[in-house]
């Protein structure tokens, strides 16, 4: 495994899930709710930022490897649905809508996952419309973790409508994704 600044935001953006998460199951009394809300948005966004830097530091400083590949989309997986969850419990965002981007975030790796194994990971490569999903996602989710109006926002509400569009979006890309990849599935189950 390599180990250079890149990977090792990655691996800092994987390590802030468990403060995000823990912040939230705090004994009652140790924060004060707006405090705590404030700190995993905060954390959530410098994670967020963490996805952007280790990438563009990758590329800018030629250190992009296999293992960064794998592991960064990995720790947007495991950051988002880990933030979706927290979010499931706090009754900040919908059931279903937490179920269609987590099943999207599954289905998506496997399909890359084999996609890969069969030597055309080509047609499942990121796309503008996976960005944008991902764009949204990162907004909106900080928002919900926030959940207080601020300067006269409604920040939990912009959070809510940003989710709602990552998860339109979310089931966009899921079915441009499958359609790109139909060919070898359709080639590979007859």
Known sequence: MPLNVPIVLTWLRIAMIPLVVGLFYLPSGWLETPTR???????????????WLDG??????????????????????????????????LGRVDSFIALIIIGREITISALREWMAKIGASGSVAVNWLGKFKTAAQMISIPCLLYWQPAYGLPIAAIGSVLLVIAAVLTVWSMFYYLKKAWPEIQARSS
């Open 37 to 51: 809300d404030c700190i995993a948005a905060f954390a959530f966004i410098v994670a967020a930022l963490t996805d």
């Open 56 to 89: 563009w530091l990758a590329r800018r400083w030629k250190q992009t490897s296999s293992f960064g590949a794998f592991l960064d989309p990995v720790a947007d997986k495991l950051m988002v649905c880990a933030a979706l969850l927290v979010l499931l419990d």
